[in-house]
């Protein structure tokens, strides 16, 4: 699970806005304007028999400052990305 969810970053962070976009996710914002430091993302990959699927997970990040539920509160209502 990307650890995004949970930092107070995530809605102006340049890479979460990168993996919305690998997982064609609406964004949170469209003009993100954070840098995060050290972002470390791990990409697993899935062939199935008509396509290739790749999924994003930010799994640690020297900026990750944690607001639990950050992400909830800004969506809410909507399933917790996973």
């Known amino acids: 699970m ?3 969810i949970n930092c107070r970053y995530v809605d102006s962070c ?5 993996v ?3 997982h064609q996710q609406p964004h ?3 003009y993100p ?3 995060p430091q050290g972002p470390t993302i791990n990409v697993n990959i899935r062939n199935t028999p008509d396509e290739i ?3 994003w997970d930010v799994v640690g990040c020297n900026s ?4 639990t539920g950050k992400w909830a ?5 909507e399933l917790i990305p996973t």
């Open 2 to 4: 990307c650890i995004c």
């Open 14 to 18: 340049v890479t979460y806005h990168a």
């Open 20 to 22: 919305e976009e690998q």
């Open 28 to 30: 949170l914002t469209e």
């Open 33 to 35: 304007v954070f840098e």
């Open 53 to 55: 699927q790749m999924e």
């Open 64 to 67: 990750f400052l944690e607001e």
């Open 73 to 77: 509160k800004l969506r809410p209502g």
